[in-house]
């Protein structure tokens, strides 16, 4: 049974385990693969996008015929964003954009050569050592084995990744955590998120990557479609205790909106406590006034519409929310700003990029 992470009258998405082929392979046609097991469960899709037999993740389906084409457009105006994590070798610290031309170079391998397409590839690390790194690696464009050829160009192959470093892990470990686009009946924005398998969790701790004993909660992560948990995801911790303090699993609100910022920092805070991310300061506050309480709330200080400053205000003139201890987090570096910002009632300030050890450490002292 494939798990479903969310499905309407026109699009299905699944969480793909790691191991099997999206399609039918002509010189194994016995063999299992993706389409087919969904369709047996939902019925005739159509297929507009794959993973690596190696990946895990967040893959979706189109079950209407007509539609295909509004989701083909989407793709080729670069409006379907993609989200991976991944285990890499070596320790990549600083965040990057890759831009490197690839090209077939074997029957089954492409490269980094000159006259090739044009690859695009943002990385972000998350938690960095001399064992491995885990990073968020977002795609700006689409190119066979794209993240992997990057980041074998760069010095930092997947880990397991037998065709472009080592065999050195169960299967190279990549995930694809995040996808998001338009319906392409309602126009709303839709984000599906996928959880971290065990078999990354398990790499990633035999490296000592503490953050990845979080994983995504399954389920639907969807804007704008009637639904309560308007572009809201949450992020929950593996049953072994990690992150419990005092018996209840402290409750962290993470809101950014920038996605791959969040889905770093918000594995961070996965190591303090069960963590709810909102895209703006607008969701931060609705989610308040729907009677959420937080034990700390960490918050961009620049956004749209609705900034950190204002939710700080807004939390200050609430009774169940002004002694809630808030983290702003700016990429501006200001002795007078962080004045300004703790005389509104702020409980402490960090600058971007933001560590995610000191973010954790810090946020684990307020709660």
């Given at each position: 049974?494939?798990?479903?992470?969310?499905?309407?009258?026109?699009?299905?998405?699944?969480?793909?385990?790691?191991?099997?082929?999206?399609?039918?392979?002509?010189?194994?046609?016995?063999?299992?693969?993706?389409?087919?097991?969904?369709?047996?469960?939902?019925?005739?899709?159509?297929?507009?996008?794959?993973?690596?037999?190696?990946?895990?993740?967040?893959?979706?389906?189109?079950?209407?015929?007509?539609?295909?084409?509004?989701?083909?457009?989407?793709?080729?105006?670069?409006?379907?964003?993609?989200?991976?994590?991944?285990?890499?070798?070596?320790?990549?610290?600083?965040?990057?954009?890759?831009?490197?031309?690839?090209?077939?170079?074997?029957?089954?391998?492409?490269?980094?050569?000159?006259?090739?397409?044009?690859?695009?590839?943002?990385?972000?690390?998350?938690?960095?050592?001399?064992?491995?790194?885990?990073?968020?690696?977002?795609?700006?464009?689409?190119?066979?084995?794209?993240?992997?050829?990057?980041?074998?160009?760069?010095?930092?192959?997947?880990?397991?990744?037998?065709?472009?470093?080592?065999?050195?892990?169960?299967?190279?470990?990549?995930?694809?955590?995040?996808?998001?686009?338009?319906?392409?009946?309602?126009?709303?924005?839709?984000?599906?998120?996928?959880?971290?398998?065990?078999?990354?969790?398990?790499?990633?701790?035999?490296?000592?990557?503490?953050?990845?004993?979080?994983?995504?909660?399954?389920?639907?992560?969807?804007?704008?479609?009637?639904?309560?948990?308007?572009r809201v995801a949450q992020y929950c911790l593996r049953q072994d205790g990690f992150g419990e303090r005092g018996g209840a699993m402290?409750?962290?609100?993470?809101?950014?909106?920038?996605?791959?910022?969040?889905?770093?920092?918000?594995?961070?805070?996965?190591?303090?406590?069960?963590?709810?991310?909102?895209?703006?300061?607008?969701?931060?506050?609705?989610?308040?006034?729907?009677?959420?309480?937080?034990?700390?709330?960490?918050?961009?200080?620049?956004m749209p519409n609705v900034g950190g400053s204002e939710v700080v205000t807004w939390m200050k003139g609430e009774p169940g929310h002004?002694?809630?201890?808030?983290?702003?987090?700016?990429?501006?570096?200001?002795?007078?700003?962080?004045?300004?910002?703790?005389?509104?009632?702020?409980?402490?300030?960090?600058?971007?990029?933001?560590?995610?050890?000191?973010?954790?450490?810090?946020?684990?002292?307020?709660?």
């Amino acid at each position: 049974m494939i798990r479903v992470l969310f499905e309407d009258e026109c699009l299905v998405f699944v969480d793909k385990p790691a191991g099997i082929v999206v399609q039918r392979r002509l010189h194994a046609p016995d063999e299992p693969f993706l389409l087919d097991l969904v369709e047996r469960q939902v019925g005739p899709v159509s297929l507009l996008q794959r993973l690596d037999r190696g990946t895990s993740g967040v893959l979706f389906f189109s079950k209407r015929g007509e539609l295909n084409a509004r989701l083909t457009r989407q793709f080729e105006r670069k409006r379907i964003r993609k989200r991976y994590l991944a285990i890499v070798e070596g320790a990549l610290a600083e965040p990057r954009t890759i831009d490197l031309p690839i090209a077939r170079v074997g029957a089954i391998q492409f490269g980094v050569r000159e006259g090739g397409k044009r690859a695009i590839t943002h990385v972000e690390p998350i938690e960095a050592r001399p064992t491995g790194s885990l990073v968020a690696l977002r795609l700006e464009t689409g190119r066979t084995h794209q993240l992997r050829v990057h980041l074998s160009a760069i010095g930092h192959p997947l880990a397991g990744d037998w065709l472009y470093g080592e065999r050195n892990a169960e299967r190279p470990m990549l995930h694809a955590a995040e996808l998001e686009l338009t319906h392409p009946l309602t126009q709303q924005p839709l984000r599906v998120t996928a959880p971290v398998p065990p078999d990354f969790r398990a790499e990633a701790l035999r490296r000592g990557l503490g953050a990845a004993r979080s994983g995504v909660r399954p389920g639907l992560r969807i804007s704008g479609l009637g639904l309560p948990e308007n572009r809201v995801a949450q992020y929950c911790l593996r049953q072994d205790g990690f992150g419990e303090r005092g018996g209840a699993m402290k409750q962290v609100l993470a809101v950014d909106d920038e996605g791959t910022v969040l889905s770093v920092i918000a594995l961070a805070l996965a190591r303090v406590g069960e963590v709810t991310t909102a895209a703006d300061g607008s969701e931060a506050i609705r989610l308040m006034k729907e009677g959420r309480s937080f034990d700390c709330v960490v918050l961009d200080l620049d956004m749209p519409n609705v900034g950190g400053s204002e939710v700080v205000t807004w939390m200050k003139g609430e009774p169940g929310h002004r002694d809630t201890p808030v983290v702003l987090l700016t990429a501006y570096e200001s002795a007078d700003l962080e004045r300004e910002l703790l005389a509104k009632g702020a409980s402490a300030y960090l600058t971007k990029p933001v560590d995610p050890d000191k973010l954790a450490q810090l946020v684990g002292s307020l709660v």
